[in-house]
Each structure stands twice: as structure tokens, then as C-alpha cells.
Nanobody, 115 residues
Framework: QVQLVESGGGLVQAGGSLRLSCAAS????????MGWYRQAPGKQRELVAR???????IYADSVKGRFTISRDNAKNTVYLQMNSLKPEDTAVYYC?????????WGQGTQVTVSA
């Protein structure tokens, strides 16, 4: 069974940086696309970034040039480096893996950006 555990969230001032980590188990990590999503209060969950098994990446327009997704297959971990954070980046951030047509999610980590 796939398990995803996020860490690295917290409170940061606008303009600051955070790095989120997601440790995966229960699958052959290197075979699968991994993603970061976020959900702000009262809003739908939205894609932030994805990285394919071949390390191709896609980003939401709102984070392009500020966020970088990467993966370390030796550590079964995906990262999200977030720079130049804005108050509108405040949300719970979730790690995602799609395996066999099923979506797997972590428990989420809170990111709060103060003005």
C-alpha cells in the first residue's frame, strides 16, 4: 500500500522560502509521476507541480519561476522548493502519486505566509 508522508511546512514571511519533502513507500517510486497540490480554505484542491518518472516537470502558472519540484529516487522522496512566497500561497500542501489509476495522498502539511 502506498504511503506518502509530507514534512517541511510552517509559517514564513512574504518573500521567504520553504522546502517541502514527501517520503513515499509501498511502490517502486522511480516508476511513477509525483505531484504537489494545495488547498486553501474555501477553495478546491489545485495542482502546484508534477514531476514525471523521466523528470519532466509541469507547474501552475501562479508558481512558475518561484517553485521547483524535484525527486530523489534513491531516497524515494519528492521535494518542492518554494521561493519568493506570497500570502496567496497559504494552503495545505499535499503530495500525490498516481498508481494503477488510483490517486494516493499524504496527510498534508500547512504552509502559512504572512504579509
Amino acid at each position: 500500500q502506498v504511503q506518502l508522508v509530507e514534512s517541511g511546512g510552517g509559517l514564513v514571511q512574504a518573500g521567504g522560502s520553504l522546502r517541502l519533502s514527501c517520503a513515499a513507500s509501498g511502490s517502486i517510486f522511480s516508476l511513477y509521476s509525483m505531484g504537489w497540490y494545495r488547498q486553501a480554505p474555501g477553495k478546491q484542491r489545485e495542482l502546484v507541480a508534477r514531476v514525471s518518472s523521466g523528470r519532466g516537470t509541469i507547474y501552475a502558472d501562479s508558481v512558475k519561476g518561484r517553485f521547483t519540484i524535484s525527486r530523489d529516487n534513491a531516497k524515494n522522496t519528492v521535494y518542492l522548493q518554494m521561493n519568493s512566497l506570497k500570502p496567496e500561497d497559504t494552503a495545505v500542501y499535499y503530495c500525490n502519486q498516481v498508481k494503477g489509476g488510483e490517486n494516493y495522498w499524504g496527510q498534508g502539511t500547512q504552509v502559512t505566509v504572512s504579509a
